[in-house]
């Protein structure tokens, strides 16, 4: 929790007075984002706006609000139409108690008629300029209600002095700071350039999504996709808790599997949200695995040229991996994942319960991506696997939810730092995958999941460390009784040789001639090789297929 309050709310409720006092008392700075902007561009509001334009406004009052939010113990008063940006509403939500100062449209009308004879504000005078102000006051309130709604409190003003806003300020403030709202702490977070977004991890916390949704800011009506499987289990749960919200939402189901990540199906979801006259500001729920998260995804990142939307992963596989890190694809005869974009979801919740439904197949193949998260970053997270592994596999829920909660993280962090896969950092996510891609390609697909085939690439590159005296065989053999504690497979006998070093020489050829190793050094620690020798990869290969 962050010490900050952020007032808003509409013109003439007294957020300035009001934040003044508070602050004043709490022994804290004071920030206007109004005032802020005058100072900063030595003129009135209403000459910004005349002479650059809304836009120009709205961008200096953003800059303001992130530099203010970045501090604490702050009370910052923020402009009427601040809470009108989505990203305005997600920071300040994620960076303080946000308050809401109310009081009716006629108060309103009131309060600026006094002020302009005043005139003292002279930025709220545009707001008479029309011919029926009052109307026009009701208007605008009634369209900003919604944003507003975001606040974690919300103090009417109609009757009271402004002493007396500040002490119920106050009051709102100590019972939010002494209790706060544990189901608001993100157990992760994934900041990037162009958005952060927040994991919330917890077990049977479904009924929270609605809620979760508000507070991250996300405010119109909200569209739901899931698979059938999926659907039929937790459909109703999501939607009853986006329906107590007023998302006003719609539910659309794809077949399950894998086929159904292709273009055919994006374009069935488009004509979904086409018939529902879905908007910019409407939000995309994904309720499912990583097919319905990679799908959706993309259909979020492209319809209407990118629309917010929310992962709720329900394999162990979307929890860990697939929901985090914006990379959103569907699929093309001639490859996996071909038709792409990078558009990070504006929020994830994982409800590690509804892994309790999920074939034990499935749930085994995840649990490679969780041990590949501690080998290659985590070692914390290693050793609470080993020392829980049975407790793991039959999902007991404090250790379960702490441990997608760990892994979660280090996906977050590894994208947080390398969004778009430019610095080789996110490469690392790839331990184990060089030849588990190969494995998986080799078979055709469809004999071996995807956390099956890792975990047996993972065997492989790890010998392969070994090998070329990177790491010591204690540590190999460390990592090989784990994966076989969570029940994974450790080798592929039978599978073909040449084609298994085929499908890497064509991996090999797709990313521009160089093959990544990422090599094992220690438990959570990895590095990537460029050139290792082919003698080496084939010995390390026949081991792994031998019968
Ligand atoms: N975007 C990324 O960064 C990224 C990373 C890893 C994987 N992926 C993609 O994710 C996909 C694999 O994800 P997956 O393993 O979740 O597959 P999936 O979405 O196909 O789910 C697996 C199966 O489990 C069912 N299921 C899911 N949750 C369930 C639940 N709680 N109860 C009962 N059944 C449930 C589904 O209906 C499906 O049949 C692949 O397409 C892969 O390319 C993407
Ligand atoms: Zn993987």
């Not at 001639?334 to 309790?356: C, E, S, Y």
């Not at 784990?482 to 029940?487: A, K």
Request: some cysteine; glycine content about 8%; aromatic content about 6%.
């Amino acid at each position: 929790m962050v010490d900050n309050i952020i007032l808003i709310g509409f013109a003439t409720t007294g957020k300035t007075q009001v934040g003044r006092l508070v602050a004043d008392r709490l022994g804290w700075g004071f920030l206007d984002t109004d005032d802020e902007i005058v100072r900063k561009e030595g003129k009135p509001i209403p000459d910004i706006f005349n002479q650059e334009g809304e836009a120009y406004f709205r961008r200096l009052e953003r800059s303001i609000l992130v530099t203010a939010c970045q501090q604490e113990k702050n009370v910052i008063a923020t402009g009427g139409g601040a809470v009108l940006d989505p990203q305005n509403r997600q920071l300040i939500l994620r960076r303080g108690m946000v308050i809401c100062l109310d009081a009716a449209p006629t108060t309103i009308y009131e309060r600026l008629l006094q002020d302009t004879q005043n005139a003292t504000s002279p930025n709220i005078r545009p707001l008479l300029a029309v011919a029926d102000p009052l109307k026009r006051i009701k208007e605008l309130k009634t369209q900003r209600q919604p944003y507003y709604a975001i606040a974690h409190l919300t103090v009417n003003t109609d009757d009271l002095p402004v002493n007396s806003v500040a002490d119920e300020v106050l009051k709102g403030w100590r019972q939010w700071s002494q209790h706060g709202d544990v189901s608001l702490t993100p157990a992760a977070e994934v900041k990037t350039e162009s958005r952060n977004c927040p994991i919330f991890v917890g077990w049977g916390c479904l009924e929270q999504l609605g809620s979760m949704m508000r507070r991250a800011g996300l405010a119109h009506r909200a569209m739901l996709v899931s698979d059938e499987t999926v659907l039929s289990r937790y459909g109703e749960r999501a939607m009853a808790s986006l329906n107590a919200e007023g998302f006003d939402p719609c539910a659309l189901g794809v077949p399950p599997g894998e086929t159904t990540k292709s273009i055919e199906n994006a374009v069935k979801i488009y004509d979904f949200l086409v018939e529902h006259r879905v908007e910019r500001e409407d939000a995309i729920v994904a309720l499912g695995g990583g097919v319905v998260g990679d799908l959706t995804g993309f259909v979020a990142a492209t319809f209407l040229r990118g629309l917010p939307w929310v992962a709720v992963p329900t394999s162990l596989v979307a929890m860990v991996d697939a929901s985090i890190g914006g990379k959103v694809a569907v699929n093309h005869p001639q490859g996996k994942n071909l038709i792409g974009a990078f558009h990070q979801p504006g929020m994830i919740l994982a409800d590690v319960q509804t892994l309790t439904t999920l074939a034990p197949r499935e749930l085994i193949s995840g649990w490679a991506e969780v041990i590949k998260h501690g080998i290659i970053q985590d070692a914390g997270l290693f050793s609470f696997l080993e020392e829980n592994a049975p407790q793991l596999m039959a999902l007991q829920p404090e250790a379960t939810t702490e441990a997608v909660a760990r892994s979660a993280r280090v996906k977050a962090r590894v994208v947080s730092e390398d969004e778009k896969e430019t610095s080789g950092k996110r490469m690392l996510l790839n331990y184990g995958h060089t030849i588990g891609h190969a494995l998986e390609a080799a078979t055709g697909y469809g004999y071996f999941l995807h956390g099956e085939a890792v975990a047996i690439g993972m065997i492989g590159v790890a010998h392969l460390s070994q090998r070329l005296g990177l790491v010591g065989m204690d540590i190999v053999e460390r990592q090989r009784q784990l994966l076989q504690r969570f029940g994974l497979p450790l080798s592929a006998p039978g599978v073909n040789m040449e084609l298994v070093l085929k499908a890497m020489e064509l991996d090999k050829k797709t990313r521009e001639g160089a093959i990544h190793w990422v090599m094992l050094r220690d438990i959570g620690e990895v590095i990537t090789l460029h050139r290792v020798p082919q003698t080496e990869v084939i010995a390390v290969l026949e081991e792994l297929l031998k019968s």
